[in-house]
């Protein structure tokens, strides 16, 4: 079965530190990839997207992602991070066969002021 | 603007009870999802629909059905809800294919059932 690994499951990091959260998935076709975030109190909503073409993708708030298929890795980056970075992240994979999304566990960051 | 509209943010119910959760949104978009969101355990598909009265079972079906009778409404019904069931249910929808295939959430029900 198709399924999405997020390494990290809580994650506490200073305001200005570096950020990588890690995602693989299983599937071998192909997928369109996503972060989400979810604020506490908010709804879930789209980080950033993968579907084609070059596999470093920017997104919001100055987040980026690499896709590397030889490794089937979606790796979430921030160069610095802030304290309204506080969240939950979660990697997504869409499987084009199946017509469903999947997602991770999710990842809690916590920015310490 | 994407809009998913969750009929209610917080519900309480009884064990037993048969319980409705309804979700609609404004896209026109084909593909709709039920999520259940547990701390730890991450988004859990429940069902999904990629038309009108189509219907298939995600990874955890088991004590959840769904209707879709018209493209833009959703919804989910636990026949009969057990405290097991006490979760954060998510809505979403999209389009289908190949790109343009991100999800957009409601706000969530919060449902605990006593």
């Known amino acids: 079965a198709q399924s999405v690994s997020q390494h990290n499951h809580h994650v506490i990091l200073s305001e200005a530190a570096s950020l990588e959260l890690g995602c693989n998935y299983s599937?071998?076709?192909?997928?369109?990839l996503f972060w989400y975030v979810q604020y506490p109190g908010q709804h879930l909503q789209l980080l950033l997207k993968y579907f084609s073409g070059d596999p470093l993708v920017k997104g919001i708030k100055g987040f980026e992602a690499e896709f590397i298929k030889s490794k089937f890795s979606f790796n979430l980056r921030k160069p610095s991070v802030q304290w309204s970075d506080t969240a939950e992240y979660f990697c997504?994979?869409?499987?084009?066969?199946?017509?469903?999304?999947?997602f991770g566990k999710g990842t809690r960051l916590h920015i310490l002021p | 603007d994407v809009k998913v509209t969750q009929s209610s943010r917080y519900l309480v119910k009884r064990t037993g009870e048969k319980v409705f959760l309804e979700c609609v949104q404004d896209?026109?978009?084909?593909?709709m999802f039920w999520y259940r969101q547990d701390p730890g355990l991450g988004l859990r598909l429940i069902y999904f629909?990629?038309?009108?009265?189509?219907?298939e079972k995600g990874d955890i079906p088991e004590g959840y059905s769904v209707s879709r009778e018209k493209k833009e409404r959703f919804s989910l019904i636990l026949e009969s809800a057990s405290t097991n069931q006490t979760s954060m249910y998510l809505c979403a929808s999209s389009w289908p294919g190949q790109g343009y295939t991100e999800a957009f959430f409601g706000q969530g029900t919060r449902l605990t059932v006593v």
């Open positions: 997504a994979v869409y499987v084009n066969r199946d017509d469903k999304i999947i």
């Open positions: 629909s990629y038309d009108v009265k189509m219907k």
């Open positions: 599937y071998g076709g192909t997928v369109n």
């Open positions: 896209m026109d978009h084909e593909n």
